[in-house]
Nanobody, 126 residues
Framework: QVQLVESGGDSVQAGGSLRLSCTAS????????MGWFRQAPGKDREGVAA????????SYVDSVKGRFTISKDIGQKLLVLQINGLKPEDSAMYYC???????????????????WGPGTQVTVSS
């Protein structure tokens, strides 16, 4: 099974950019549907982006469309989340997750994912 570790979180000013990475070990990212989730203190975990096995299909929650880009670097065993135009409300712990499924769905529901990383913190100040 795959093990996931996120990196790239930081404290930034509003309007800035970050590139979050999720490194996979034990298996390759090319055999999983994957997603990025975030959780702010006192709030439920929220799915922000999902990507298909081959990386050709993506899905985003409305609040991040046009600012977040999810991608896979299959050769490097990486899942990447490029974040531009950061807002204070983007502050959260960000998690990558993976799932195996035959339903072709780009799910943004955390209950659909079986494998999780420990998270990386993003803090945006105004």
């Amino acid at each position: 099974q795959v093990q996931l570790v996120e990196s790239g979180g930081d404290s930034v000013q509003a309007g800035g950019s970050l590139r979050l990475s999720c490194t996979a070990s034990g298996d390759t990212v090319s055999t999983y549907y994957m997603g990025w989730f975030r959780q702010a203190p006192g709030k439920d975990r929220e799915g922000v982006a999902a990507i298909s096995i081959g990386g050709t299909r993506t899905s985003y929650v409305d609040s991040v469309k046009g600012r977040f880009t999810i991608s896979k670097d299959i050769g490097q065993k990486l899942l990447v989340l490029q974040i531009n135009g950061l807002k204070p409300e983007d502050s959260a712990m960000y998690y990558c997750a993976a799932r195996r499924t035959d339903d072709w769905t780009l799910s943004l529901m955390s209950r659909d994912y079986s494998y999780w990383g420990p998270g990386t913190q993003v803090t945006v100040s105004s």
